[in-house]
């Protein structure tokens, strides 16, 4: 049996490498990007160990080189990576039909994904466009914002108690772990319409974080696909047991959802969520079917997965931003107090329109610190020619967000953190990027973040909320450390401990 693999295993690899050499003489003609060489097959090896995110320096160095846009091999598949922000509009917004697509999922993803049956993996086409448009007009359409508004404040009360109870003790704050548990009650309740019982909201998330921390290590399983289940079987095992795990919690909450819908008669007390909307969906170019368990739990999973991480994330770096820099701090109290009565108990969100120093601190920490160095990979639809070179259709885009952020020919002293560039006759930034890409945390073109105005309206509300409730300070002696670390998004190396105390007015 053994002897029978390993015959196997050489004759795949035989004939991958003669494969592999025919494709490369045959592209070569074409003019792809430039990049460094790769060995057949394997191309960088480096990619087995080190997520996209932990490439960055390694992509800088290559730049210098080979120039914004360039070419590497990553076991099978071929990536180019685009870093100048002219070339991002040219293909996100000119060419965004073409750029639109999405790479095929991998073995485990397709696991994760219901076979790429969710917005942010689903191929450019008419699931991707019926998906997206269920989340805009059902969900995040202002009017559905609206109703939420006492879920916003019944999660920032809730964060402000356990904010409270650290600083009693007397030790630092530690921020992040308090950010991610409030924003992800609030994408709970708006998933389900309703407050669900601690533990259960304790047991979701603990299955959300192994399974957060295990995609890095699904890279694994792009190379040699058909025998990586072997090769990694214990990997294999432990996405499939996540799985297993997130519909055994997630299954009951939607069939009582279900059921809720169907025996409910008081519409007054019925708030409309995001499972609802699920539950009526129907797949026209599917024969009009519904949606099965499966495919809700992964819809439910990326709608919580990706409005939690990103945008607490973006939270701690703001907040980092502004312990750091007590005169900033200070001119957004300044600015509230103008704006509101001194005597508030809290920052409405009718009062926010009237803040631009707070919507530019929140600008400029996603300029400096965006919570994703990296747009989600892009594919072309066919084969395409962007500043005389060739994408070939398979090939994998991935656009550099930071370093558009932080391009020096765009943005002065781009690595110090200056709200005022946005304020007050500073630079004037459209952050869909449509008319001109400076900077792009929610990516650009059609592909753009469906929840950038509920991102938006959170990390302004609980930015201008935290400020006012209390007086954030460092911890006597240290320094704020903005280093950063890869995770699911590019978090603190050392996350946020401050000393907090309430405001007295």
């Known amino acids: 049996m053994e002897m029978w693999f390993l015959i196997y295993i050489s004759l795949s690899l035989c004939t991958a490498v003669a494969l592999k050499l025919l494709f490369t003489t045959a592209i070569k003609s074409r003019k792809l990007p430039p990049g460094p060489p790769a060995l057949p097959i394997l191309g960088n090896p480096l990619w087995l160990t080190k997520s996209l995110l932990d490439l960055e320096p390694l992509l800088r160095q290559l730049r210098a080189g080979y120039g914004p846009i360039l070419t590497l091999r990553i076991g099978p598949r071929t990536l180019i990576f685009i870093s100048d922000r002219s070339l991002a509009h040219k293909a996100l917004i000119q060419k965004g039909s073409v750029f639109s697509d999405r790479p095929p999922a991998t073995i485990a993803g397709r696991i994760l994904t219901s076979n790429q049956h969710n917005i942010n993996s689903a191929g450019y086409g008419p699931l991707w466009r019926l998906l997206r448009r269920n989340l805009m007009s059902e969900i995040l359409h202002p009017t559905r914002i609206k109703i939420y508004s006492q879920a916003r404040k019944w999660v920032f009360q809730n964060l402000t108690t356990e904010l409270v109870g650290q600083a ?73 047991q996540m799985r297993r795990e997130l519909e055994d919690v997630l299954t009951p909450l939607i069939r009582a959802r279900r059921d809720q819908n169907q025996s409910s008669s008081d519409e007054d007390s019925f708030l409309f969520s995001y499972v609802d909307s699920l539950l009526a969906l129907e797949l026209q170019e599917e024969g009009g079917r519904k949606l099965t368990e499966g495919e809700m739990i992964t819809l439910c999973s990326e709608f919580l997965n990706a409005g939690t991480d990103t945008t607490s994330t973006s939270l701690q770096w703001i907040m980092a931003n502004l312990v750091k820099h007590q005169d900033v701090q200070q001119k957004l109290v300044e600015e509230m107090e103008r704006v509101m009565e001194k005597e508030a108990e809290e920052v409405r969100e009718e009062d926010l329109n009237g803040m631009l120093y707070l919507k530019a601190v929140i600008m400029e920490g996603l300029r400096r610190h965006p919570p994703g160095h990296f747009v989600l990979p892009h594919a072309v639809s066919e084969e395409v020619n962007l500043e005389g070179y060739v994408i070939p259709k398979g090939a994998v885009i991935n656009f550099t967000v930071a370093e558009m952020g932080w391009d020096e020919k765009v943005w002065e002293e781009p690595m110090a953190f200056r709200p005022e560039r946005f304020f007050d006759g500073g630079e004037v930034v459209d952050i869909t990027g449509s008319r001109e890409i ?52 590019v978090v603190m190396k050392e996350p946020l401990k401050a000393k907090i105390t309430r405001r007295t007015r």
């Open 168 to 240: 009693a003790s007397g030790d630092p704050v530690l921020v992040m772990q308090c950010l991610q548990h409030a924003m992800f009650c609030l994408l709970l309740f708006m998933c389900f319409g309703q407050r669900l019982d601690e533990r259960v909201v304790k047991e979701i998330q603990n299955i959300h974080r192994r399974l957060i921390r295990s995609f890095a290590g699904l890279n694994v399983f792009s190379f040699l696909p058909r025998i990586g289940r072997i090769i990694f079987r214990k990997r294999w095992n432990g996405v499939l």
């Open 438 to 489: 400076k900077m792009m945390p929610f990516g650009a073109g059609r592909r753009i973040c469906p929840g950038l105005n509920l991102a938006m309206l959170h990390l302004e509300y609980f930015v201008a909320n935290l400020v006012w409730e209390f007086e954030w300070k460092p911890v006597d002696g240290k320094e704020i450390d903005l280093s950063e670390k890869s995770e699911f998004t």
